[in-house]
């Protein structure tokens, strides 16, 4: 998938996930994705449970109707997996040239995964890092129970695959492109989903933790709906309605009783991110604070709660932001509905997927030479 830079190209990507699919139409050129279409059609609820497609007739359904609403005659598409069975996770193995490697990742995966490995599509990335007699490696590897339900899917409504990647590595590639050479050494994405919130570390601009909590915007909306008896329109309005930073004004009671319903929720959520904080930086050597975390990237439809980078920041002590796709000059957004523009946190792993091939042909950040590390691992 060589691309040259000049060259005009159109691009489809999707993302499936817990509520729906997201679809991305655009075009490449030069170093920019101009967005022509962004379509997002609702999936029934037990659809797709933790990245796995439970009810193929349904997803099938509903990417056929987003391709519809867009108006898609694009044939290849670029797609994400996502669930907490998916491994991306740095390992150390002995020095060995990469075409060995190619032929023995089967063997060496199996100590890492759960079950084992020809259940799983495996892939690597040699990190630059390491000694002479061993290598660090990015281990990356998601279950055929998940992944090929998703490409029967896909092929079954005409469409080619050509990538298929990981949710947080869309991500990440987002916000490689929108802050570049800017970006700290150490930096999370925090992806506030439906189901799960997954925690992704990136350091020296490379995946080196993910990990998946299962507490996320849905718990927030059952616990309303089970409190006070709302219907989900009336849980979700209410969601809408809190300000998170109105928890912020110490000394101040709060008269709020759905806003203190979901603060000990949103607490140990954030404990459980503050423990894979706490984890990464246990296994790296500190060089002159270069380890740190040093900011937060929040994403998924639960970012959107108002006030929630205030509180994350404030509760975690770091940096936070939302990750505005839109922010930057990499994506344009030529045909975007409004509300889409205001919602843009919902779709940075669509459109990461979409920004692929310019990273393939031209990487957005890229790691500098830095005194060995100790290796982190997934958080368990």
């Not at 694009?74 to 002995?94: C, E, F, H, I, S």
């Not at 990499?330 to 990273?359: F, N």
Request: proline letters at 7%; a negative charge; hydrophobic letters at 40%.
């Amino acid at each position: 998938m060589s691309r040259k830079g000049s060259k005009v190209e159109t691009v489809l990507a999707i993302d499936i996930g817990t509520t729906g699919v997201k679809l991305c139409v655009g075009v490449l050129q030069g170093r920019q994705l101009r967005v022509e279409r962004l379509v997002e059609t609702p999936l029934p609820s037990d659809a797709v449970r933790e990245g796995a497609i439970l009810d193929p007739d349904a997803v099938y359904r509903a990417v056929r109707a987003a391709l519809a609403s867009a108006g898609v005659k694009q044939k290849n598409v670029l797609l994400t997996v996502g669930g907490p069975q998916t491994t991306a996770r740095p390992v150390r193995l002995p020095r060995m040239t990469p075409e060995t490697l190619q032929k023995s990742i089967q063997f060496e995966a199996t100590r890492y995964l759960p079950s084992a490995a020809e259940e799983h599509l495996i892939g690597f990335q040699i990190l630059p890092s390491g000694n002479e007699e061993q290598m660090e490696v990015l281990l990356v590897a998601a279950p055929r129970s998940t992944t090929d339900p998703l490409m029967e899917v896909v092929e079954r409504a005409g469409l080619e695959p050509q990538l298929l990647e990981l949710q947080p590595f869309s991500a990440l590639r987002t916000v490689q492109a929108l802050y570049g050479a800017t970006l700290p050494f150490a930096y999370a994405l925090v992806d506030l989903g439906g189901e799960h919130t997954q925690i992704t570390v990136a350091r020296n601009a490379t995946l080196v933790l993910t990990r998946f909590i299962p507490i996320a915007s849905g718990t927030l909306s059952a616990a309303l709906k089970g409190y006070f008896h709302y219907t989900d329109e009336e849980a979700e309005q209410i969601k809408r309605s809190l300000n998170l930073a109105d928890l912020l004004n110490t000394g101040q009671p709060q008269e709020n009783p759905p806003l203190r319903l979901v603060q000990p929720i949103l607490d140990e959520l954030i404990r459980e991110i503050r423990r894979s904080l706490n984890y990464y930086q246990s296994q790296y050597q500190m060089q002159g604070g270069r380890g740190q975390i040093e900011r937060l990237y929040l994403y998924g439809g639960g970012a959107l709660m108002q006030g929630m980078s205030a509180y994350f920041e404030y509760k975690l002590g770091i940096p936070a932001q939302l990750l505005d796709p839109f922010s930057g000059d990499v994506i344009v957004p030529a045909h975007v509905h409004p509300e889409q523009l205001d919602t843009g946190v919902r779709w940075a792993t669509a459109l990461g997927t979409a920004l692929a091939p310019l990273e393939m042909a031209a990487p957005f950040a890229e790691p500098v030479a830095e005194t060995e590390p100790a290796t982190a691992q997934a958080a368990a």
